[in-house]
């Protein structure tokens, strides 16, 4: 097993369609590494949309370079009706499910399990993702740890489903555990089942919902894996671009659900950050003492994050029109229209123009950061 301090960790939050501006940094990291094949990572973790990249990269983590290049022509090339089922008559008879749903009671048609269906996506992630390859690329030492998320509904806890090669232990702790597994498509459909608009997955007779739910410490699972530097890739643009609303009449549900899903995906990373950045400051007061916990020595943790530059709600907003029409009219119903400013139509905007214009933004970003990258690598 190598030392501790050697090994970087990559962490990929959710962020539905938002997850297409993690390629793009991804893909200037490819090219700033060069010619290397190898992965700069030893420990990928992974959680909604993240999980599906990094279980994408993990499946070809022989070739860097082969699994980006994958990974960028899926997300330019996503459709919408690749992820969930937007046919016309399906959507109108999902929408009068759940308009007998609640006028009755539940009485004249069973509580429905999800606003949307999600089967196209678990049809993709098996066409275009080779599990058998994540758990062979892991036993042969190519990388030391796969770790997916997602959360219990029954134990009402954050999941970390992780493959490695290593001597790590199952973990239990307030609120969140870890659980040694061969990483198949149930974990990826259990870690981006939004709550009502994709449905629980069952693992093991427990239903799981998307893994950004109860992550408390979105870090921990990869510094346990034995990561010691920390390569961020947030989904959350920049808090100096910030949407602010520009009347006071009441919030709409567009509003409303934009706000939980950016809450939900981002709102534990910073505070996560912050509790990091205390714990280093600590063990930089006590450089000629250990620092202990109960059961461990703290180590110091160095970290880079790299987040969008710009407003990607506003890229959504430009990108509308491409919306297949039965879901144009289901947003328009909750307030979403072609000159909506929407976080929401962004988490779920699955359509190639928003994806590759995050892409181009990602690789920008991350290319502007070139040195401070090649520095935190190391290549």
Known sequence: MESFDQKIGLVLPGGGARGAYQVGVLKAISDIQGREEKSPFDVISGTSAGAINASMITSEINNFHQSIFKLENVWGGFRTNQIYRTEKLFMLKQSLHWLLTLI??????????????NQPLRDLLKEKIN????????????????????????KKESVSFFTTSTEVENWKKVGRSGKKSEINVEHLMASVALPLIFPAITIE??????G???????????????????????????????????????????EIGGYILDGLFSG?????????????????QNQ????????????????????????LSEIAMNCYR????????????IGVEKDTNSELLSFLL?????????????????????????NFLKI
């Open 104 to 117: 009755s009671g539940g009485l004249l048609a069973k509580n429905p399990r999800s606003l949307l269906d």
């Open 131 to 154: 599990f058998e390859s994540i758990n062979h690329n892991i036993h042969s030492e190519a990388l030391d740890a796969l770790i997916i998320t997602a959360a219990s509904y029954e």
């Open 205 to 210: 007779e427990q239903y799981y919902g998307d």
């Open 212 to 254: 950004a739910m109860r992550q408390e410490t979105p870090l921990s699972p990869a510094i346990r894996l034995g990561a010691s530097n920390l390569l961020i890739i947030s989904t959350e643009s920049s808090k100096n671009h910030a949407k602010k609303r520009s009347d006071k009449n009441y919030p709409d549900f567009s």
């Open 268 to 284: 534990s990373l910073y505070s996560d950050l912050e509790r990091l950045d205390r714990i280093n400051q600590v063990i930089a």
């Open 288 to 311: 000629n003492q250990k620092v202990q916990t109960e059961t461990k020595e703290m180590k110091h943790i160095d970290y880079l994050v790299i987040s969008p530059s710009v407003d």
């Open 322 to 333: 491409d919306i297949p029409f039965s879901l144009r009219m289901l947003f328009k119903g």
């Open 350 to 374: 699955f359509e190639s123009s928003f994806t590759k214009s995050l892409i181009d933004i990602g690789f920008h970003d991350a290319m502007g950061r070139k040195q401070e990258i090649k």
